[in-house]
């Protein structure tokens, strides 16, 4: 069996409403290309936002400016999308996220446009880069999640995490471990460190696992000043890259082989023989 995918690549505003056009322009794009699924990169309705609480707080409930837009987008398309991730200032317990934070909210839409699953990306990009803009504490605007989440779809069942998760080898075994056949890392990966690293963890989670790798990404240069390093890619579970795309602004369509997936899985069967 095999499942048709988009994935859209932006280089997105920090302005919500000047992003908006854009998904909606693209993610119909994607849909008239007879595809099950699409696939948002992180940050899609605002990158480098000066107040990202004020978006969270307009997104508490599913009638949210951006989360009903891709709702309805999804059930005007009779597609499912996997939106990247959004600022939230609510956790999934409905619990406030403390004063001057939100949450990075990945959201999975179905084709009816119902919210199915909701991931709140893990690990902060606290860091330092030679680029532009040099230093990242993403934890002082972003509270980290702490659940792992799987969902069945059309696809199969899907792992989801985000951008810098894919650093983090455990987390993706953990996916695999719950049923994961395929794993998402909507990104927004600096030039620097995308340029150096991004493949080869790629490679590395789909090999670790048998299973498919799915990055929609940012990939240009921002009106916030960041930049970003694009490349959106799907690499296959024998660690093959699938699709991959530039810069600016595309779609890019992947087909999954599970059967293939189900071949290598039988034939060397890691999953069986684990020691530790």
Same mark, same amino acid.
């Given at each position: 069996?095999?499942?048709?995918?988009?994935?859209?690549?932006?280089?997105s505003?920090?302005?919500?409403?000047?992003?908006?056009?854009?998904?909606?322009?693209?993610?119909r794009?994607?849909?008239?290309?007879?595809? =099950?699924a699409? #696939?948002l990169?992180?940050?899609f309705?605002?990158?480098?936002?000066?107040?990202?609480?004020?978006?969270?707080?307009?997104?508490?409930?599913?009638?949210?400016?951006?989360?009903?837009? *891709?709702?309805?987008?999804?059930?005007?398309?009779?597609?499912w999308i996997?939106?990247?991730?959004?600022?939230?200032?609510?956790?999934?317990?409905g619990?406030?996220? +403390?004063?001057?934070? *939100?949450?990075a909210?990945? #959201?999975?839409?179905?084709?009816?446009?119902?919210?199915v699953?909701?991931?709140?990306?893990?690990?902060? #990009?606290d860091?330092?880069? =030679? %680029?532009?803009?040099k230093?990242?504490?993403?934890?002082?605007?972003?509270?980290? $999640?702490d659940?792992?989440v799987?969902?069945?779809? +059309?696809?199969?069942? *899907?792992?989801?995490?985000v951008?810098? %998760?894919?650093?983090?080898?455990?987390l993706y075994?953990?996916l695999?471990?719950?049923?994961a056949?395929?794993?998402?890392? +909507?990104?927004?990966?600096?030039?620097v460190t995308?340029?150096?690293?991004?493949?080869?963890?790629?490679?590395?989670?789909a090999?670790?696992?048998?299973?498919?790798?799915?990055a929609?990404c940012? $990939?240009?240069?921002?009106?916030?000043?960041r930049?970003?390093y694009?490349?959106?890619?799907v690499?296959?579970?024998?660690g093959?890259?699938?699709?991959?795309?530039g810069?600016?602004?595309?779609?890019?369509?992947? =087909?999954?082989?599970?059967?293939?997936?189900? =071949?290598?899985?039988?034939?060397?069967?890691?999953?069986?023989?684990?020691?530790?």
């Open positions: 069996m095999k499942h048709r995918i988009a994935l859209v690549q932006m280089v505003s920090k302005d919500v409403a000047l992003n908006l056009p854009r998904v909606d322009a693209l993610v794009r994607a849909s008239g290309l007879g595809v =099950e699409i #696939f990169p992180e940050n309705a605002a990158l480098g936002n000066d107040e990202p609480r004020a978006i969270g707080d307009a997104e508490t409930s599913p009638q949210g400016p951006v989360r009903g837009f *891709v709702a309805e987008l999804a059930r005007d398309l009779g597609c996997f939106a990247g991730t959004l600022p939230l200032s609510v956790r999934p317990d619990s406030p996220v +403390p004063a001057g934070r *939100v949450r909210a990945s #959201f999975v839409f179905d084709h009816t446009g119902n919210e699953a909701r991931y709140d990306k893990i690990h902060m #990009f860091v330092d880069v =030679e %680029d532009n803009q230093h990242y504490v993403e934890s002082n605007t972003f509270e980290p $999640g659940a792992v799987c969902l069945d779809s +059309p696809i199969g069942t *899907v792992g989801l995490g951008c810098y %998760d894919i650093r983090f080898p455990e075994r953990r695999g471990s719950d049923g056949l395929s794993m998402t890392v +909507p990104s927004a990966f600096t030039r995308g340029a150096a690293h991004f493949e080869v963890l790629m490679r590395a989670r090999i670790e696992n048998f299973a498919f790798m799915i929609a940012q $990939g240009g240069v921002h009106d916030s000043g930049e970003t694009g490349n959106s890619m690499v296959g579970p024998w093959d890259v699938i699709c991959r795309g810069e600016g602004e595309d779609v890019i369509v992947a =087909e999954l082989d599970m059967d293939r997936l189900q =071949e290598i899985r039988r034939d060397m069967p890691v999953h069986r023989q684990r020691r530790l």
